[in-house]
C-alpha cells in the first residue's frame, strides 16, 4: 500500500510539473518595479492579457512573433486592476495589423518578432514614452547582467498573470553552454540570433508565460525580446529571447517604413 501511494504521489507530481511547463515567460525571483519606470511597456490583449510588448514609435510596437491574436495594446500601465486609479495615465489603442518576420519559424523558436500597427498614434507622455531603438546592437557578454520585465506569472503554479509590472536581472549564458545536454540538448537549437540569460547560479531568475514579447535590456539598451523558455525557473533552462541584430534591426526599420502610409 505504502508503495502504491508513493507511486500515485509520483506521478501526481509529474503531472504537474508537466503542465506548469511553459512557452512564454513569467517573472521569477523578481520585484514590482516604480510605477511607470518603464514607460515603454506595452500590456499586450485579445479578451484578456496575454504578452508584453516594447512601444518603438506612437503607432508601432514590438513583441514576439508567437503572441497571437493580440487585438487591444495598453500603455501607462502598472497595475492591470487598477483602471480607474490609472485612467489618467492610460492609453488604449486597437492593432490594425500584424506584421509577422518573413522567417518567422514557429517550431524552432527562430525570429520569434512581430510588429504590431496601431490605428492612431499614442501620444508621448510622461507615462507613455517610445523606447529608442540603437543603430546597432552589440551581442551582450557571457556573464553579463541584463533586465527583463512584465506582468506575467510569477510562480509555477499561479493561476493567473501578476497584477503589477515585475522586473529581474538575469544573467547572460554562453551559447554553447545553453545547446549543452543539460541544457536545451539542441532542441530547439540555440543559434546567434538568440541570447540565453537566467540564473546566476544561485538564483532562479527567469522569465516564462505571461512576458512573452517584453524586453531584455542590457546597460539600459533594448537588446532583443523574450522569445521562449521550458520548465519556468530552472538553472538549466534558462530564458531565451530574439537577439535585435543588424539584420531584425533592419527589418523592423524597412517594416515601419513601408506601412506607415496605409
Known amino acids: 500500500m505504502f508503495s502504491l501511494r508513493v507511486f500515485i504521489v509520483f506521478i501526481l507530481c509529474v503531472f504537474l510539473?508537466?503542465?506548469?511547463?511553459?512557452?512564454?515567460?513569467?517573472?521569477?525571483?523578481?520585484?514590482?518595479?516604480?510605477?511607470?519606470?518603464?514607460?515603454?511597456?506595452?500590456?499586450?490583449?485579445?479578451?484578456?492579457?496575454?504578452?508584453?510588448?516594447?512601444?518603438?514609435?506612437?503607432?508601432?510596437?514590438?513583441?514576439?512573433?508567437?503572441?497571437?491574436?493580440?487585438?487591444?495594446?495598453?500603455?501607462?500601465?502598472?497595475?492591470?486592476?487598477?483602471?480607474?486609479?490609472?485612467?489618467?495615465?492610460?492609453?488604449?489603442?486597437?492593432?490594425?495589423?500584424h506584421i509577422i518576420h518573413p522567417c518567422y519559424d514557429e517550431a524552432e523558436n527562430v525570429n520569434d518578432l512581430m510588429l504590431l500597427?496601431?490605428?492612431?498614434?499614442?501620444?508621448?507622455?510622461?507615462?507613455?514614452?517610445?523606447?529608442?531603438?540603437?543603430?546597432?546592437?552589440?551581442?551582450?557578454?557571457?556573464?553579463?547582467i541584463c533586465t527583463v520585465a512584465g506582468w506575467g506569472k510569477t510562480n509555477?503554479?499561479?493561476?493567473k498573470m501578476s497584477d503589477v509590472l515585475m522586473s529581474v536581472n538575469v544573467t547572460v549564458i554562453n551559447r554553447t553552454q545553453c545547446n549543452s545536454p543539460d541544457y536545451y540538448n539542441l532542441k530547439p537549437y540555440i543559434t546567434r540570433n538568440m541570447i540565453c540569460a537566467g540564473s546566476n547560479g544561485k538564483n532562479n531568475a527567469d522569465t516564462c508565460q505571461g512576458d512573452s514579447g517584453g524586453p531584455i535590456l542590457c546597460n539600459r539598451v533594448l537588446v532583443g525580446v523574450t522569445s521562449f523558455g521550458k520548465f519556468c525557473g530552472l538553472k538549466k533552462k534558462p530564458g531565451v529571447y530574439s537577439f535585435l541584430s543588424e539584420n531584425h534591426l533592419n527589418w523592423i526599420k524597412k517594416a515601419m517604413k513601408k506601412y506607415k502610409t496605409e
Not at 73 to 84: A, N, T, W, Y
Open 17 to 97: 510539473f508537466t503542465v506548469n511547463s511553459c512557452y512564454g515567460s513569467e517573472i521569477i525571483n523578481g520585484n514590482e518595479v516604480q510605477p511607470h519606470s518603464l514607460p515603454f511597456m506595452a500590456l499586450l490583449q485579445s479578451n484578456v492579457p496575454l504578452c508584453g510588448g516594447i512601444l518603438l514609435h506612437p503607432k508601432w510596437v514590438l513583441t514576439a512573433a508567437h503572441c497571437k491574436d493580440v487585438k487591444t495594446v495598453l500603455l501607462g500601465v502598472h497595475s492591470i486592476k487598477e483602471k480607474e486609479k490609472e485612467k489618467q495615465y492610460r492609453q488604449v489603442q486597437h492593432v490594425s495589423k
Open 117 to 144: 500597427q496601431l490605428d492612431k498614434p499614442v501620444k508621448e507622455t510622461k507615462w507613455v514614452r517610445r523606447m529608442k531603438l540603437n543603430k546597432a546592437v552589440e551581442q551582450p557578454a557571457v556573464d553579463s
Open 156 to 159: 509555477n503554479v499561479a493561476k
